[in-house]
């Protein structure tokens, strides 16, 4: 899981820079709405990825498990 929390990390990365480059950019620039689409895809790439290791972490989980 570490690999894909670096990933989730780099996503989170990019999309803060994607935004806050969408932030500088004026609105009548056709750009923007390309970075606020980028970051987006970002923010839900990464949201992606830390709901599967929530998930795998739940499956995992002891509570989860039912005695023989």
């Excluded at 830390?50 to 498990?65: F, G, K, R, T, W």
Aim: without cysteine; charged residues 30%; aromatic residues 2%.
């Amino acid at each position: 899981m570490i690999g894909r929390h670096n990933i989730a990390r780099d996503e989170l990365k990019k999309f803060k820079s994607l935004l806050n480059e969408y932030g500088n950019t004026p609105v009548t620039d056709e750009r923007s709405k390309m970075l606020l689409h980028d970051a987006l895809i970002r923010l839900g790439s990464a949201l992606d990825i830390i709901l599967m290791d929530v998930q795998n972490l739940n499956e995992e989980s002891p509570a989860n498990h039912k005695p023989e």
